[in-house]
């Protein structure tokens, strides 16, 4: 099972119920707010020249209005919500760096054996970046200090991950709090989360549930976010309450999913626990890695 688990990103198996009424709705939050600024230069580029692409090859399993397979439906029938719609899901744009946005690295590694041109590639990449200069306000993506946004998060994130131990993990009570957390229609969590399914990771096993965020990266950045990308030299991790407020709310595209309160929860609880521990180690371990990086993509 873990081993399923840690593959899925772009292809996930969605849960059947309410969290799947609409059969669009995988995946969770990013909390960008570029969705609605029809000034952003970045959704004036996926518009423009994304889009148009990823309809042409991705549309036939990953329309929004029926994907194949519930796997994530970020592709919408029309422009109009395009942008709004991708941008929803970290598992399809990670924190749009190129180190870790799925939707360029799967294009890369021959996601189905489709084949992209270097321009639809291009196209794809520019965007990205064009996104993470919105962001970080760097206004060419590139960050300063001579390191890119997309290295500073690779470097963080392999940091974060060698410094995440499965004792920390235990001692803030990470699965029981996640796996038993509840919506305001009494859903627990794990009823739809437990294997990894939306892209989000809540189980009572805490074995699984550690791998899984200590080793995919992608669910890694469901829990914590890298944030100071406008200056590589001085980001850090924190924790990803821009994800968990999207979904909460039923932010678009999350429009179906129960209601729950993002900020007082057992699981936020344990959740600052956690993350103030590996912070820690993360500071005491100062230019000296914690451990090897557990991350595996």
Not at 116 to 141: C, F, H, P, R
Not at 183 to 190: E, R, S, W, Y
Not at 276 to 291: N, R
Request: charged share 10%.
């Amino acid at each position: 099972m873990r081993a399923v688990i840690l593959a899925m990103s772009l292809g996930l198996v969605g849960c059947v119920g309410e969290l799947d009424s609409t059969g669009g709705n995988n995946g969770s939050n990013t909390g960008s707010d570029t969705g609605s600024d029809t000034n952003s230069v970045a959704k004036q580029k996926y518009d423009s020249n994304v889009y148009p692409v990823l309809k042409s090859h991705c549309s036939g399993c990953h329309m929004s209005t029926g994907p194949v397979g519930n796997v994530t439906g970020f592709v919408t029938p029309d422009v109009s919500t395009a942008h709004m719609t991708i941008v929803g899901y970290v598992a399809v744009v990670g924190n749009f760096t190129t180190a870790t946005a799925p939707v360029l690295l799967k294009i890369q590694n021959g996601h189905q054996g489709i084949v992209y041109s270097s321009d639809e590639i291009n196209k794809i990449t520019d965007w990205l970046n064009a996104e993470v200069a919105e962001q970080t306000g760097t206004g060419t993506g590139t960050g300063t200090g001579g390191e890119t946004p997309a290295a500073a998060t690779q470097r963080l994130m392999a940091q974060w991950s060698g410094c995440m131990t499965k004792a920390l993990f235990d001692a803030a009570n990470m699965a029981p709090a996640w796996g038993n957390m509840t919506a305001n229609n009494n859903q627990k969590c794990m009823n739809c989360h437990a294997t990894g399914a939306e892209g989000f990771i809540a189980t009572t096993d805490s074995t699984l549930f550690f791998d899984v965020i200590s080793q995919n990266k992608y669910y890694m950045l469901q829990y914590f976010s890298v944030d100071g990308l406008q200056d590589p030299a001085t980001a850090k991790m924190i924790i990803n309450t821009k994800s968990f407020l999207g979904v909460s709310q039923g932010q678009d595209p999350h429009r179906e999913h129960p209601r729950f309160n993002s900020t007082t929860n057992n699981g936020m609880t344990a959740l600052q626990t956690f993350y103030d521990s590996v912070m820690a180690a993360v500071a005491a371990s100062g230019t000296t890695p914690c451990g090897p990086s557990k991350l595996t993509n």
